[in-house]
């Protein structure tokens, strides 16, 4: 996470396609990697056939970006630019 400070990124995590969790750094809570793995897999149901999609949840003070890759999910957590 050297850094990663700098773009805002608060933590990762890193899942495989059982939601097992891979690897957790900063803000990111393992108990999560479930979560983010089903998440990541519902969502690319929705266009079967097409590429995995990057999902993007958002709140006031928080946002996680989570993308499904060769059967592994990332989920990175930001805090939201300031202008």
């Known amino acids: 996470m050297e850094g990663a400070h700098s773009t805002g990124v608060s933590g990762v995590l890193c899942a495989d396609h059982k ?4 690897g957790v750094r900063g803000k990111a809570s393992n108990a999560s990697s479930g979560t983010v793995a089903a998440l990541a897999e519902r969502v690319a149901m929705l266009e079967p056939g097409s ?3 990057v999902i993007l949840l958002e ?3 928080s946002q996680c970006l989570i993308h ?3 059967g ?3 989920a990175v957590y930001k ?3 300031t202008s």
């Open 19 to 22: 939601g097992l969790c891979l």
């Open 51 to 53: 590429l995995d999609p």
């Open 59 to 61: 709140s006031d003070n």
């Open 68 to 70: 499904r890759n060769s």
């Open 72 to 74: 592994i999910t990332l």
């Open 79 to 81: 805090s939201p630019e």
